[in-house]
Antibody, heavy 122, light 108 residues
Framework: EVQLLESGGALVRPGGSLRLSCAAS????????MNWVRQAPGKGLEWVSG????????YYADSVKGRFTISRDNSKNTLYLQMNSLRAEDTAVYYC???????????????WGQGTQVTVSS | EIVLTQSPATLALSPGDRATLSCRAS??????IGWYQQKPGQAPRLLIY???NRATGIPTRFSGSGSGTDFTLTISSLEPEDFAVYYC??????????FGGGTKVEIK
């Protein structure tokens, strides 16, 4: 059974930093691209970042480029999102999401974690 | 960036009704559209990929159609568990992957 378990969400002040983790199990982790998708309170879904199975290719939404860094440790089956220079508009539930069929490309998300809450406020 | 516009924003229907949800892309995305269902407090669930392919375990009452810029998600006969928010998503041109604003299917 595929499982994705996010952790690391917290209340942080504007300008602060946070690192999210997503522990994966139930599938060959290094064979799939992975993503972070967020959802602000009462709003829709926003893709944040994704990376290839090897971690060699990374992609970002313009809204987070230069502030967030996605990475993975395939030996630990874990996905990360390092978030720096956080802003109020980064407040959201952050979901880890598995790519449906690709190791290199970002297409669709067939499994999602339960989400972790990030709140940026003074 | 490809913008996806979903309509209507809210659809009020009764169990057993047919639901027709629309997603329009700002430019052609071929058939590279997916649909997700999200219930309150839960993560989204993939229903349809590449416009018309049901994801694993998705009931046959869910179907997708369309190509180019206009897409439809149809629920042939609404079950009580189908009342939720539905999002479309494109993978034609990325980054970024983009989602529509969602359609809420609520009980009439």
């Amino acid at each position: 059974e595929v499982q994705l378990l996010e952790s690391g969400g917290a209340l942080v002040r504007p300008g602060g930093s946070l690192r999210l983790s997503c522990a994966a199990s139930g599938f060959p982790f290094n064979n799939y691209a992975m993503n972070w998708v967020r959802q602000a309170p009462g709003k829709g879904l926003e893709w944040v970042s994704g990376l290839s199975g090897s971690g060699g290719s990374t992609y970002y939404a313009d809204s987070v480029k230069g502030r967030f860094t996605i990475s993975r440790d395939n030996s630990k089956n874990t996905l990360y999102l390092q978030m720096n220079s956080l802003r109020a508009e980064d407040t959201a539930v952050y979901y880890c999401a598995k790519e449906r069929e690709n190791i290199h490309s970002l297409y669709y998300f067939d499994y999602w974690g339960q989400g972790t809450q990030v709140t940026v406020s003074s | 960036e490809i913008v996806l516009t979903q309509s209507p924003a809210t659809l009020a229907l009764s169990p057993g009704d047919r639901a027709t949800l629309s997603c329009r892309a700002s430019q052609s995305v071929s058939t590279f559209i997916g649909w997700y269902q999200q219930k309150p407090g839960q993560a989204p669930r993939l229903l349809i990929y590449d416009a018309s392919n049901r994801a694993t375990g998705i009931p046959t009452r869910f179907s997708g159609s369309g190509s180019g810029t206009d897409f439809t998600l149809t629920i042939s006969s609404l079950e009580p568990e189908d009342f939720a928010v539905y999002y479309c998503q494109q993978r034609s041109s990325w980054p970024p992957l983009t989602f529509g604003g969602g359609t809420k299917v609520e009980i009439k």
